[in-house]
């Protein structure tokens, strides 16, 4: 079966360094590591779309040091990795209540989308400080600032005001360490995506996890509320 787009819920940072008796920032550190292999992973499977929620709406009321440490890792990461996914081609964006976001990152997601704009490989896509029932009503607020009326609202009109226009629905969400919901994730987009769940928590998450949950997609049978076909015989 056909893949075209991987969203992830990279979940298990904290606990994962609680059990090794680190702290959760350490945890949260490592988990960066995850995410080169997983673009990485992406690229060479040829996927055309990758979106991981990096920081949830939700995530703000975490204590103010857990918080401050994980915008510093984001503004790490950035400034690290921004040169070198352009050069592998991939279109970034983001998607969320950047406004929320220190100044700074604001800025340097910016440069990241204008850095690869005129590039044509993966479609990579940050959900950060995003939440999906804030953005459906987001969605709804414009269309009436606009003006719409009921007759001119159908799916197509609705899916334009939401943060992915353009984007395809996820074929599949992956979510790491065991949790099994999809807290406040493409709620709207995920209505017919196939959800993986497994035990193992986002910094042991591997490259060959990824391409195995990836293989038990493929094996699946998407009919999106339709019966399966039969095929006849003469």
Known sequence: MDIKHVALIMDGNGRWAELRGLSRIEGHREGVKRVGDI????????????????????????????????????????????????????????????????????????????????????SLTAAISYGGREEILRAVKRMMKDGLTPQEINENTF???????????????????????????????SAY????????????????????????YQRRERRFGALPKICSSK
């Open 193 to 216: 995506s196939e959800l993986y769940f497994t035990e193992t928590m986002w910094p042991d998450f591997t490259k060959d996890e990824f391409i195995a949950a990836i293989g038990e």
């Open 159 to 189: 899916e334009n005001y939401l943060y992915t226009k353009g984007l395809p629905a996820p074929d599949l969400i992956i979510r790491t360490s065991g949790e099994m919901r999809l807290s406040n994730f493409l709620l709207w987009q």
């Open 39 to 122: 673009i990485n992973a992406s690229i060479g499977l040829d996927l055309k779309a990758l979106t991981l929620y990096v920081f949830s709406m939700e995530n703000w009321q975490r204590p103010k040091n857990e918080v401050n440490a994980l915008m510093s890792l984001l503004i790490l990461y950035l400034k690290n990795e921004m040169e070198k996914l352009a050069k592998d081609n991939i279109v970034f964006r983001v998607i969320g209540n950047i406004e929320k976001l220190p100044q700074n990152i604001q800025t340097l997601l910016k440069d990241f989308e204008l850095l690869t704009r005129g590039n044509n490989g993966l």
